[in-house]
């Protein structure tokens, strides 16, 4: 039996194993299955077994151990660390050590938690498919052949084949709910401020957020019990109590209202995702809870809204990699204009290059205020549909994304239908709300399906308990991939 995430924190400091011996397994595991999943870009093996090893002595020692004592933990290699390489699967970061950790990597280790390695993503967590590594592609567990996601793809694989029981990815528009739903695992976006950012490679500042990949709720919970809290260095982060998610999980479903949103169950909305999101809801309906109707009008405008705004912060935000100060180089710089062209030619992948130049055009005079302003204030009026609707419900549920995993391949050619992909998943994120994606179902192929929960800002107890609930009443969490592509 695989143990969850505070099974196995409870086995390590209750003495009945060790975190070496935990560490060791994911270890194993590791080297099982990654070589046909490709999760991951760099394992620590050195430094997990020494920080575990750490813990261990700490316990014999009699002291506290932490919180997530021994627990492995992965990170998507868009977070900063002292020890190894950060890359954002990009060959214009292929070498960059980081002088600093990650505010949540800091907090991870405070609490006993194991880094495992870094995993692979979409470069500069731009995709939807972890296709456009400058690595390799990341493989589904479920099906070899099929993408597990992005951007996090390497995470959500990790957690879904047993490599790692939780993992750490980032959103900007989904790049966590997503995979989570393609790979069915838990995946949690949280409220915009309530993790801080600092030492994540900013992709669109406004828009990213650290969020945790679990099998269940009550892991992705405890990973946030962690990584929640002001941080003085992240300007957007939100000074304000952090209560105990793992303490309200099992709140009760009655009384709470759950609102369904037409606009989610319209076109291009995939017949087998429909029915198995509209049985999850189901579910939740004949356990207490009142579903009602409610209307997000401008849910339709989250594409077109999203690719002006996140990739003009990328414009400005990638800027910074230009050959002179760090990343790669060009051998041959020539002048100061070519340094700059050569090396960001030679760094950047065509998706990465694709956003900077519809952002920068996007930003250019003539155009600022026909796309730019106007996608700010359509990003606002979203935002007020999300307000009018939680006047109304607790929570609001639908598809985490329109389809199950498609095949490698499939979109690479057609940017447009890729970033359809994400058409669930935006709107939440321009709200700069708290969305979950859960498992709910399987299609015909055998692949997730994942049911989106959304809740107002900083109602992530509420959601989480919602979430836990509804895997108490389902078991489609406890399933698991093929023996030949999990470990």
């Known amino acids: 039996m695989i143990l969850s995430a505070s099974q196995l924190v409870e086995s390590v400091q209750g003495k009945k194993r060790s975190a070496r011996e935990v560490v060791q397994e994911s270890l194993e595991a590791i080297e099982r299955a990654d070589a046909a999943v490709g999760a991951f870009l760099s394992v620590d093996a050195d430094g997990a077994l020494a920080r575990a090893s750490e813990v261990d002595e700490s316990i014999a020692r009699g002291e506290n151990p932490g919180r997530l004592a021994g627990l492995p933990v992965a990170l998507k290699d868009n977070l900063c660390t002292i020890r190894g390489t950060t890359t954002c699967a990009s060959a214009a970061l292929a070498n960059f050590r980081s002088p600093y950790n990650a505010h949540v ?3 991870l280790e405070a609490d006993g938690a194991i880094i495992i390695g870094k ?20 493989r589904n567990p479920w099906n070899l052949d099929c993408v597990p996601g992005g951007s996090s793809g390497g995470s959500a694989a990790a957690v879904a084949s047993g490599m790692v029981p939780v993992a750490l990815g980032s959103e ?56 929640a809290g002001y941080d003085s260095r992240d300007s957007t982060s939100v000074n304000t109590a952090v209560p105990d998610y793992t303490a309200s999980l099992d709140r009760p479903l009655n009384g709470m209202r759950v609102g369904v949103p037409g606009e989610y169950f319209g076109d291009g909305l995939d017949a087998q995702v429909k029915v198995s999101v509209e049985a999850a809801i189901d579910v939740l309906g004949s356990h207490g809870v009142e579903l009602v109707e409610v209307h997000l009008p401008h849910m339709q405008y989250a594409v077109a809204c999203y690719y002006i705004l996140a990739s003009a912060e990328a414009s400005s935000n990638l800027a910074r990699f230009d050959g002179g100060h760090y990343g790669r180089r060009s051998a041959e710089p020539g002048d100061i204009m070519n340094l700059y062209a050569s090396s960001r030619g030679e760094g950047f992948g065509s998706e990465v290059k694709r956003r900077i130049m519809l952002g920068t055009h996007a930003l250019s005079s003539g155009y600022h205020e026909a796309y730019y302003l106007k996608a700010l204030k359509v990003r606002t009026l979203i935002m007020r549909d999300f307000d009018r609707a939680f006047d109304r419900v607790d929570v609001i549920a639908s598809p985490a994304a329109p389809t199950p995993a498609f095949p490698i391949g499939e979109k690479t050619d057609d940017p447009l239908a890729m970033y359809l992909s994400d058409t669930y998943t935006l709107p939440a994120s321009l709200a700069g709300i708290c969305a979950v994606s859960v498992p709910c179902g399987f299609s015909s192929d055998g692949l997730p399906i994942g049911l989106q929960l959304m809740g107002p800002a900083f109602g992530e107890e509420r959601l989480l308990s919602v979430a836990h609930q509804y895997q108490q009443l389902t078991e489609h969490h406890t399933k698991w991939p093929s023996p030949a592509t999990a470990a």
Not at 119 to 138: I, K, V, Y
Not at 177 to 191: D, E
């Open 172 to 227: 900007t528009g989904g790049s966590v709910r997503q995979p989570a739903s393609l790979c069915g695992v838990v995946g949690l976006k949280p409220t915009y401020g309530r993790v801080s950012r600092y030492g994540l490679v900013a992709f669109a500042s406004s828009l990213d957020q650290i969020g945790p990949f679990g099998r269940t709720a009550e892991d992705v919970a405890l990973l946030l019990n962690s990584i």
């Open 105 to 107: 990597v800091d907090r």
């Open 119 to 138: 995993t692979n993503l979409d470069e500069f967590a731009m995709g939807s498919s972890t296709e456009n590594s400058g690595r390799f592609p990341t």
